[in-house]
């Protein structure tokens, strides 16, 4: 194994803990809300405000626990991706995982780059689109260039 491809592998094997572990705390928190938890809001309206950016109606808790699920599932890609070679998985599989990656990364980029354009968030609620710009988007973007970037 030369240098490179070491710093590779750690690279890679940072990464996949990292946004495993990001998805997993955002799974975590749609739980959270699924069983009533407010945060960070200070009531069903202001959280409605600040997570969902219009509306009077939160989603309900099976919708939170159907995107919970669904990030638990993403998280497992990564770490998927990082162990294909040691688990000995057919060229198939380890495609799949790969289109898969891919995929999840163009949900988050796409979701990271809507929350930037006007025309899209001047029908949000004002902190709705402060907090998209500040974090949401941020975090959006992050993943999915990780998704990437692992899968290429």
């Given at each position: 194994?030369?240098?490179?491809?070491?710093?590779?592998?750690?690279?890679?094997?940072?990464?996949?803990?990292?946004?495993?572990?990001?998805?997993n705390?955002?799974?975590?928190?749609?739980?959270?809300?699924?069983?009533?938890g407010?945060?960070p809001?200070?009531n069903?309206?202001?959280?409605?405000n600040?997570?969902f950016?219009r509306?009077?109606?939160?989603?309900?808790?099976?919708s939170?626990?159907v995107?919970?699920?669904?990030?638990?599932?993403?998280?497992?890609?990564p770490v998927?991706?990082?162990?294909?070679i040691n688990?000995?998985l057919?060229?198939q599989?380890?495609?799949?995982?790969?289109?898969?990656?891919?995929f999840v990364?163009?949900?988050?980029?796409?979701r990271?780059?809507?929350?930037?354009?006007?025309w899209?968030t001047?029908?949000?609620?004002?902190?709705?689109?402060?907090y998209?710009k500040r974090?949401?988007n941020?975090?959006?973007?992050?993943?999915?260039?990780?998704?990437?970037?692992?899968?290429?």
């Open positions: 194994m030369t240098i490179s491809s070491a710093a590779d592998m750690n690279t890679n094997f940072i990464l996949s803990i990292f946004t495993s572990l990001l998805l705390i955002l799974a975590c928190i749609h739980i959270y809300w699924a069983f009533g407010l945060w809001g200070t069903q309206q202001d959280l409605i600040k997570v950016g509306g009077n109606q939160f989603p309900s808790p099976f939170c626990l995107v919970a699920v669904g990030l638990v599932l993403f998280s497992s890609l998927l991706w990082l162990v294909r688990l000995d057919s060229p599989i380890t495609n799949l995982i790969r289109y898969s990656m891919i990364a163009i949900v988050f980029l796409v990271g780059i809507i929350g930037y354009l006007p899209v001047k029908h949000w609620e004002p902190i709705f689109v402060r998209t974090l949401y941020p975090i959006s973007l992050l993943i999915g260039f990780s998704f990437l970037l692992m899968s290429i």
